[in-house]
């Protein structure tokens, strides 16, 4: 199947920068999307950021935009969130997410990594 792991989170000063990283792997046939999700402790997990394969069309969320960047790597089925001018309220679980074709699979599915913590103070 496939698998996602998240690399890159920490604790940072308001301001700071971080990058995060997740690579997926397992019998994967195709990615037609990656994107970075997060969730606050009692609060609803949202959508940070999210590229697509095909047409590399971004989606950001409002409170990120201009501070954070996704990117991709393609031949590494890697994708990059890196974070910039960071708030105390970007803290939270970072969770890595695709949509992916699996081998012997004939429809599309969707994965999600164990998440990663950004912590944002001073």
């Known amino acids: 199947q496939v698998q996602l792991v998240e690399s890159g989170g920490g604790l940072v000063q308001p301001g700071g920068s971080l990058r995060l990283s997740c690579t997926a792997s397992?019998?994967?046939?195709?990615?037609?999307?990656m994107g970075w999700y997060r969730q606050e402790p009692g609060k609803q997990r949202e959508l940070v950021a999210r590229?697509?394969?095909?047409?590399?069309?971004?989606t950001y969320a409002d409170s990120v935009k201009g501070r954070f960047t996704i990117s991709r790597d393609s031949a590494k089925n890697t994708v990059y969130l890196q974070m910039n001018s960071l708030k105390p309220e970007d803290t939270a679980v970072y969770y890595c997410?695709?949509?992916?074709?699996?081998?012997?699979?004939?429809?599309?599915?969707?994965?999600w990594g164990q998440g990663t913590q950004v912590t944002v103070s001073s």
């Open positions: 997410h695709t949509y992916a074709y699996v081998s012997n699979l004939y429809a599309l599915g969707d994965f």
């Open positions: 397992g019998s994967i046939d195709s990615i037609t999307a």
């Open positions: 590229i697509t394969t095909r047409d590399e069309s971004i």
